[in-house]
């Protein structure tokens, strides 16, 4: 504790001493917030790139001080900006005596101007001999060291702007979800599809299975929901005659949080008339190994330690085989839903009130297959049970035409052949309704507008929803999907 409080002591008195710094500036007509803008005509990382081409031309940087070494009347110091660092040569004759005085009250973690001429050391360090250093403003507080100072990962979510600054590789994380994102508009726009945006509030939230936030509308007085999939609003579009049609946008699950789950999260969802889960299954192969090789510049991918190659066919199987594969139960032969409970029983599957055999064989997945794929398997054909929006499979209607693909134990995306028949629908809807009263508050309400929409005809149709931030853990390693969201959902600290 004494520790503790030497050290909080001392950051207080850097921050004093910074602070008179910038009254000393303000005191002497350098005040930096007086500034409103700087003439930057380059970046770091273009001025490495492209040196030959831009050696002993006049540029302008701006960014963050983060390094600094004096040298008597001269100093080198690292500007970091969005794009990288670069190095500055700051001598007093090239800047003038007073300016190089100020530039002696600048502090790391200073946002700065710089104007120079492009040069390479005698080291061979590419950088700027600095005719102009204006400080742009002051940073009160002391930047932690790389991870000293910022090991806790619970600081570095709840700071992620410091996260930014002083680990590079975050930085990079985050410009690879973009590049992601961008990817994938352009494989789906390639191929015909229209990008829409659907309704974040609704009144019955539908197309999931999962517990909503609930809010109120103050002007209607009515009760309202966060969004928990995109699905049936635009299902709703393929009956006014849009026939591709995706959205990628927030949804908002009040569930659980771990390291694969906040309760805000992006999701792609895309829906395509004419088709079915095959034709979809071939499509969402065809997006993983363009986003890869656009993003990454190859289709084999190194994550948790395994090496994944997308450019090979995804293995494709059932869930009731692949659970007779691991576990010997074949769900295919049962016909009564005592089999299935005794099944379980007999090898430590938890039960539910409401479960019936479909919910059962989902939890024999859920603990004996899920953990086991390592390469990119599709899971086909589910129990109707858990299947509320997905047609039968004809030859078999207790299951579905409905697909989830799973990659190192983790699904990457859930599809449907998508359920056009109305009659049907609705008895599905029914059948949910019973299941919420029998206590599944995750099931789905019953959507009267839906109905009557398919009721004009929807077209047979092939859909497909992913989670984003898991797609940009799987192509840039990471282990939570914490450190794919820039602000993850955290509990307030106490003051």
């Given at each position: 504790m004494d520790t503790e409080l030497n050290q909080n002591t001392e950051l207080n008195e850097q921050q004093r001493v910074r602070l008179e710094k910038l009254q000393a500036l303000q005191a002497a007509g350098n005040d930096p917030y007086v500034r409103t803008t700087y003439d930057v005509s380059t970046f770091s990382q273009h001025i490495h790139d492209n040196f030959d081409a831009v050696e002993g031309q006049v540029v302008g940087i701006a960014g963050r001080l983060m390094t600094r070494r004096v040298m008597g009347k001269a100093s080198f110091i690292d500007v970091q900006d969005g794009h990288g660092r670069i190095q500055v040569y700051v001598k007093r004759e090239n800047i003038s005596e007073e300016a190089y005085d100020a530039f002696n009250q600048f502090d790391i973690g200073d946002l700065v101007g710089v104007a120079g001429t492009v040069f390479r050391t005698q080291k061979g360090e590419v950088s700027v001999n600095a005719t102009e250093v204006v400080l742009l403003a002051k940073s009160l507080h002391v930047l932690p060291e790389k991870y000293h100072g910022l090991t806790d990962k619970e600081t570095r979510y709840r700071q992620?702007?410091?996260?930014?600054?002083?680990?590079?590789?975050?930085?990079?994380?985050?410009?690879?979800?973009?590049?992601?994102?961008?990817?994938?508009?352009?494989?789906l726009d390639g191929r015909g599809y229209m990008e829409v945006e659907t309704p974040v509030l609704q009144t019955i939230p539908g197309g999931a299975s999962a517990r909503p936030f609930v809010t109120h509308h103050n002007t209607l007085d009515m009760q309202m929901f966060m969004r928990i999939a995109l699905e049936l609003p635009l299902k709703r579009l393929l009956v006014g005659g849009f026939e591709r049609v995706y959205e990628m946008g927030r949804n908002f699950r009040n569930e659980g949080m771990s390291h694969k789950h906040n309760p805000e999260f992006t999701m792609l969802e895309l829906y395509e008339a004419y088709t079915d889960y095959n034709g979809i299954m071939a499509l969402v192969e065809e997006m993983f190994r363009y986003v890869a090789q656009a993003v990454l510049g190859t289709t084999t991918i190194t994550c948790e330690g395994h090496e994944i190659d997308l450019s090979k066919p995804f293995k494709q199987i059932s869930m009731a085989e692949a659970v007779k594969v691991q576990t010997g139960v074949d769900f295919y032969e049962m016909t009564k839903l005592e089999e299935a409970q005794t099944a379980a029983k007999a090898h430590g599957v938890e039960l539910q009130p409401h479960f019936g055999k479909g919910h059962i064989l989902e939890a024999f997945f859920d603990k004996f297959v899920e953990p086991t794929i390592i390469q990119p398997t599709f899971i086909m054909d589910h129990p109707i049970e858990i299947s509320p929006l997905t047609k039968r499979?004809?030859?078999?209607?207790?299951?579905?035409?409905?697909?989830?693909?799973?990659?190192?134990g983790k699904e990457f995306g859930n599809a449907y052949s998508e359920l056009n028949d109305p009659i049907d629908q609705r008895a599905r809807f029914a059948y949910q309704e019973a299941q919420r009263q029998a206590g599944d508050d995750e099931a789905n309400m019953i959507d009267e507008d839906f109905l009557t929409a398919i009721e004009?005809?929807?077209?047979?149709?092939?859909?497909?929803?992913?989670?984003?931030d898991r797609f940009v853990m799987l192509l840039t390693d990471s282990h939570s999907i914490r450190d794919v969201l820039l602000f993850p959902t955290m509990r307030p600290e106490r003051v």
């Amino acid at each position: 504790m004494d520790t503790e409080l030497n050290q909080n002591t001392e950051l207080n008195e850097q921050q004093r001493v910074r602070l008179e710094k910038l009254q000393a500036l303000q005191a002497a007509g350098n005040d930096p917030y007086v500034r409103t803008t700087y003439d930057v005509s380059t970046f770091s990382q273009h001025i490495h790139d492209n040196f030959d081409a831009v050696e002993g031309q006049v540029v302008g940087i701006a960014g963050r001080l983060m390094t600094r070494r004096v040298m008597g009347k001269a100093s080198f110091i690292d500007v970091q900006d969005g794009h990288g660092r670069i190095q500055v040569y700051v001598k007093r004759e090239n800047i003038s005596e007073e300016a190089y005085d100020a530039f002696n009250q600048f502090d790391i973690g200073d946002l700065v101007g710089v104007a120079g001429t492009v040069f390479r050391t005698q080291k061979g360090e590419v950088s700027v001999n600095a005719t102009e250093v204006v400080l742009l403003a002051k940073s009160l507080h002391v930047l932690p060291e790389k991870y000293h100072g910022l090991t806790d990962k619970e600081t570095r979510y709840r700071q992620r702007y410091l996260d930014l600054i002083v680990n590079p590789e975050v930085r990079d994380a985050f410009v690879k979800r973009t590049a992601i994102i961008k990817a994938i508009r352009a494989f789906l726009d390639g191929r015909g599809y229209m990008e829409v945006e659907t309704p974040v509030l609704q009144t019955i939230p539908g197309g999931a299975s999962a517990r909503p936030f609930v809010t109120h509308h103050n002007t209607l007085d009515m009760q309202m929901f966060m969004r928990i999939a995109l699905e049936l609003p635009l299902k709703r579009l393929l009956v006014g005659g849009f026939e591709r049609v995706y959205e990628m946008g927030r949804n908002f699950r009040n569930e659980g949080m771990s390291h694969k789950h906040n309760p805000e999260f992006t999701m792609l969802e895309l829906y395509e008339a004419y088709t079915d889960y095959n034709g979809i299954m071939a499509l969402v192969e065809e997006m993983f190994r363009y986003v890869a090789q656009a993003v990454l510049g190859t289709t084999t991918i190194t994550c948790e330690g395994h090496e994944i190659d997308l450019s090979k066919p995804f293995k494709q199987i059932s869930m009731a085989e692949a659970v007779k594969v691991q576990t010997g139960v074949d769900f295919y032969e049962m016909t009564k839903l005592e089999e299935a409970q005794t099944a379980a029983k007999a090898h430590g599957v938890e039960l539910q009130p409401h479960f019936g055999k479909g919910h059962i064989l989902e939890a024999f997945f859920d603990k004996f297959v899920e953990p086991t794929i390592i390469q990119p398997t599709f899971i086909m054909d589910h129990p109707i049970e858990i299947s509320p929006l997905t047609k039968r499979k004809p030859d078999r209607p207790e299951y579905t035409e409905r697909f989830e693909l799973f990659i190192l134990g983790k699904e990457f995306g859930n599809a449907y052949s998508e359920l056009n028949d109305p009659i049907d629908q609705r008895a599905r809807f029914a059948y949910q309704e019973a299941q919420r009263q029998a206590g599944d508050d995750e099931a789905n309400m019953i959507d009267e507008d839906f109905l009557t929409a398919i009721e004009y005809g929807m077209p047979p149709t092939g859909g497909y929803g992913m989670g984003i931030d898991r797609f940009v853990m799987l192509l840039t390693d990471s282990h939570s999907i914490r450190d794919v969201l820039l602000f993850p959902t955290m509990r307030p600290e106490r003051v």
